[in-house]
Nanobody, 113 residues
């Protein structure tokens, strides 16, 4: 059974940093496109970053501040978030895709002074 478990969310001041982790079970991340999405209150879920065997992609709103990377030995995907802004406040979801989407339960990130 495929499961994605996120961790690392929390409350941080503007300008701060957080690192989110996504530890799947039931498959190895090297065979999937791994992504992070986020959904703010009252807004649609949006793609933040994706990593595949060919590289990484970022939404314009996070480019230069966020980094997605994976540790295949730990079978874990990370999202390093720096220079956080209040507009980054959202529930962040880990996603795995190789013809079918799998979702984690989400982790809350709140950026507030």
């Amino acid at each position: 059974q495929v499961q994605l478990v996120e961790s690392g969310g929390g409350v941080v001041q503007p300008g701060g940093s957080l690192r989110l982790s996504c530890a799947p079970s039931g498959f190895t991340i090297s065979s999937y496109a791994m992504s992070w999405y986020r959904q703010a209150p009252g807004k649609e879920r949006e793609l933040v970053a994706t990593i595949t065997t060919t590289g990484a992609w970022y939404a314009d709103s996070v480019k230069g501040r966020f980094t997605i990377y994976r540790d295949n030995a730990k079978n874990t995907v990370y999202l390093q978030m720096n220079s956080l802004k209040p507009g980054d406040t959202a529930v962040y979801y880990c996603n795995a895709y190789n013809g079918r989407h799998y979702w984690g339960q989400g982790t809350q990130v709140t950026v507030s002074s």
